[in-house]
């Protein structure tokens, strides 16, 4: 990583975005709160190669999830699932748990009862007060999930009348260099994966974000046209006529796009983030040990804690092992 000068990075608007571009365009928060814990070597590019693909498939990630859960639950002849025990759109607010089992009430008032549950909720959710465990969780897990970060992540996909931007090889990213650290700066053209749609895709991360969660669209779309016609002086930029700003932060499922490791904390606070408290397990990207913030980070995180509850369950192996914070 770099090495800055000044404690909040670059300043010239040029050498911000580029930093940007290289730091905050992956992590989804800056170099000065980003740990070199899980960064420096990324272990997903070490493990799996440098090259980065848009997944233009419509289907999306669902599809994946549908055909990891086919393989062991119920399904009709379409493939569809049929299986009574996948319970859809239930609100959890409520984990009890003791010595004896655990019981889960949702926001429908339904109950379920259970010898163990594991909770894949975001860390951001677990933030919050969305579910309530009782008891409380115990003080050091409930450090150990505030201590790490929900960054927020977010693609605002706009559609034009018309194309005004560079096509071609090596031209599908272009940047715009603003005095305001992550304004609108990385951009990508569509042209290749959706041909005539005339959409481009700006990311903004962190504060900006959520200051664009909190306006209307139609003010998102404003600021975005104005800095295109920056951008491209001597084009005819016109109005956007659609514009689809997703809003991580603001759903209450979500509470952000991914974690980031922040400085400060190492291998002890991440051992006990995907502790278990008696018979209540945890999952998600955020417990990956070496790909959080990715979709194969909450696969692969999955497998793992499913292994660890197993070993309890079936084996009687319920021990899980925190090494000392300077062991």
Not at 81 to 94: A, G
Not at 188 to 211: H, I, M
């Amino acid at each position: 990583m770099a090495i800055c000068s000044q404690p909040n990075g670059p300043s010239s608007p040029v050498d911000m975005v580029l930093d940007y571009f290289k730091y905050d365009y992956e992590f989804a928060e800056p170099p000065r709160v980003t740990s070199l814990q899980s960064t420096v070597p990324l272990a997903t590019f070490s493990d799996f190669g440098d090259d980065v693909y848009f997944v233009a498939d419509q289907r999306g990630y669902e599809s994946v999830v549908y055909h990891l859960a086919g393989q062991y639950l119920k399904t009709d002849k379409s493939g569809n699932i049929t299986d009574p025990r996948l319970q859809l759109n239930k609100v959890v607010r409520e984990i009890s748990y003791s010595r004896s089992g655990v019981t889960v009430k949702t926001e429908d008032s339904s109950v379920y009862q259970a010898d163990y549950v594991i909770v894949s909720a975001s860390v951001g959710v677990l933030q919050t007060d969305l579910i309530q465990f009782k008891p409380q969780l115990p003080t050091w897990k409930i450090l150990a999930i505030y201590e790490f970060d929900m960054a927020v992540y977010t693609k605002i996909f706009v559609k034009f009348p018309k194309k005004f931007w560079p096509e071609g090889k090596g031209r599908e990213f272009f940047l715009y260099a603003s005095g305001r650290r992550g304004y609108y700066g990385v951009w990508q053209e569509f042209e290749k994966q959706y041909p005539g749609a005339n959409v481009l895709l700006v990311t903004v991360t962190d504060d900006e974000s959520r200051r664009i969660e909190q306006q209307s669209d139609n003010q998102t779309k404003a600021e975005i046209v104005e800095v295109l016609r920056s951008m491209f002086p001597g084009e005819d930029v016109p109005d956007a006529t659609d514009i689809l700003v997703p809003r991580w932060w603001s759903n209450r499922f979500y509470k952000g796009t991914f974690s980031n490791w922040p400085i400060g904390v190492n291998r002890y606070e991440y051992d006990q983030l995907r502790a278990p408290v008696g018979r209540v397990y945890f999952t998600g990207e955020h417990t990956s040990e070496h790909y959080n913030g990715y979709v194969h980070g909450a696969y692969l995180a999955g497998i793992d804690s499913a292994d660890i509850l197993i070993n309890c369950a079936q084996k009687k192996l319920c021990k899980y092992q925190v090494q000392g914070k300077y062991d």
